[in-house]
């Protein structure tokens, strides 16, 4: 087990949500080679003594690309925030289309390759050539880079590199 792991709160939706992260992951790698290894690997439930619906899962254990998760429903004290987010390094813009269109099915775009998932998780799905042009030696190109961004919800690389050519 990893020394640290993300521990996700939700309401009543720990396992639809872990199911669906694990399905959408693991379609991500088949399609596009990116990751692997996303898989449910421990339901716990609620028994006699609560505080949750007996049967209910209480903590569900995943993992996304190897990344170790858990997922806790706990009621509707605490939401999530956009101050944390999930950040996907995706290796081609059909990878970013592909993980945009399935991760806002039901949840809201942002700018700058944010979004909100259905469960109101935020996630960044960014393409490695985001990266690698705003980090260029040239500060115009990177600039250039940078304020095309800014203008972008999903980050297309294309225009990424319209704008960084000038």
């Known amino acids: 087990m990893q020394k640290i792991t993300t521990f996700?709160?939700?309401?009543d939706q720990a396992?639809?949500?872990?199911?669906f992260?694990?399905?959408?992951?693991?379609?991500?790698?088949?399609?596009?080679?990116?990751?692997?290894?996303s898989t449910i690997r421990e339901t716990t439930r609620y028994g006699d003594s609560g505080p949750g619906t007996r049967g209910q899962a209480m903590v569900v254990s995943f993992t996304?690309?190897?990344?170790?998760?858990?997922?806790?429903?706990?009621?509707?004290?605490?939401h999530f925030t956009e101050a944390i987010s999930l950040f996907?390094?995706?290796?081609?813009?059909?990878?970013?289309?592909?993980?945009?269109?399935?991760?806002?099915?039901?949840?809201?775009?942002?700018?700058?390759?944010?979004?909100?998932d259905?469960?109101?998780?935020?996630?960044?799905i960014i393409p490695r050539r985001l990266m690698e042009l705003q980090?260029?030696?040239?500060?115009?190109?990177?600039?250039?880079?940078?304020?095309?961004?800014?203008q972008m919800q999903k980050i297309d690389v294309a225009e990424l590199e319209r704008a960084a050519n000038g």
């Open 21 to 37: 992260y694990v399905s959408v992951f693991a379609k991500r790698a088949e399609s596009y080679g990116e990751g692997g290894n």
């Open 135 to 150: 980090s260029d030696p040239d500060p115009e190109r990177a600039s250039r880079t940078m304020q095309a961004m800014l």
């Open 88 to 116: 996907v390094d995706c290796g081609s813009q059909d990878e970013v289309d592909f993980l945009w269109t399935a991760l806002t099915e039901g949840g809201e775009e942002s700018m700058c390759g944010w979004l909100k």
């Open 118 to 124: 259905r469960y109101g998780l935020s996630w960044q």
């Open 15 to 19: 396992e639809e949500a872990a199911n």
């Open 64 to 78: 996304l690309d190897g990344q170790e998760f858990i997922a806790l429903n706990a009621g509707p004290e605490f």
């Open 8 to 11: 996700l709160w939700f309401d």
